[in-house]
């Protein structure tokens, strides 16, 4: 059984307090979690006060992007060398918002992967349509192209060591999410497409998380699809009870 994971993506929330106040307490509920690996991806200005926080726990550190490069003239952007030297260990790519609002491709987000991998760093890699598209039936064509572009040229062996998340654009933040059946369609797709570009091994290992209004009440439902592995949690990972509500409903699904 492959493990879930459940990574909170803070986005653009939370001063150094603020992120501070809410990584206690998850810390204080989740800071032996073995089972399901729970990682929490809090903005620039607060990895290492959250660094510090987790410490001695079993929670993960991951940031909401990294540049592609290794240092050098990129105003604003940050490098795997300043991730690491506050332990993040996972890196959200190709986030929707990102490549909606800034324009990212599929070869910048690949690039950025092979960085990520080089350096030791676990991708957390978008992938999702939106929903014109998915209204157009081009759901499939979309996310194969998404999968494929951001991920050419990755070693077979290196799927167990990324992730990818499924997000439909037409569900992140909207308060609408993908039905269980619908969700696992596109796991199972995007599943064997990975078979079709790494092999069978690469695809059973690789873990598939569903990132889309993810709460509570339908976490479990979620999870339990057979190529679900976890979920990326964007407004309900900002407060303490739903976010670890839906680690529980992960952990139960473990045992």
């Known amino acids: 059984m492959r493990k879930k994971i459940v990574a909170g993506n803070w986005k653009m929330n939370k001063t150094v307090e603020e992120a501070v106040a809410l990584a206690e307490g998850i810390k204080r509920e989740l800071a032996d979690c073995k089972v399901v690996d729970v990682v929490v991806c809090p903005p620039f200005t607060a990895l290492k006060a959250v660094s510090d926080v987790l410490s001695e726990t079993m929670i993960k550190l991951g940031a909401q992007n990294m540049c592609a490069e290794d240092d050098g003239p990129y105003t604003g952007e940050i490098s795997h060398t300043m991730l690491r030297e506050l332990f993040v260990r996972y890196v959200i790519l190709g986030h929707s918002e990102r490549r909606e609002y ?26 999702g349509e939106k929903l014109e598209q998915r209204e157009a039936g081009e759901t499939e064509a979309v996310v194969e192209r998404q999968v494929r572009g951001s991920l050419a040229g990755v070693a077979p062996e290196s799927f167990n060591e990324l992730v990818i998340a499924y997000e439909p654009v037409w569900a992140i933040g909207t308060g609408r999410t993908a039905t269980a059946e619908q969700a696992q369609e596109v796991h199972a797709f995007i599943r064997r497409v990975v078979a079709d570009m790494a092999g069978e091994a690469a695809a059973a290992a690789v873990r598939i998380q569903y990132g889309g209004s993810v709460k509570p009440n339908n976490a479990a439902e979620l999870f339990a699809c057979p190529d679900i592995d976890g979920g990326l949690i964007g407004g309900a990972s900002l407060e303490v009870n739903s976010f670890v509500a839906i680690v529980k409903a992960a952990i139960e699904l473990q045992k």
């Open 102 to 127: 800034f324009g990212e491709t599929d070869e910048l987000v690949n690039r950025k992967v092979h960085k990520a991998l080089e350096k030791n760093l676990r991708p957390i890699v978008c992938v």
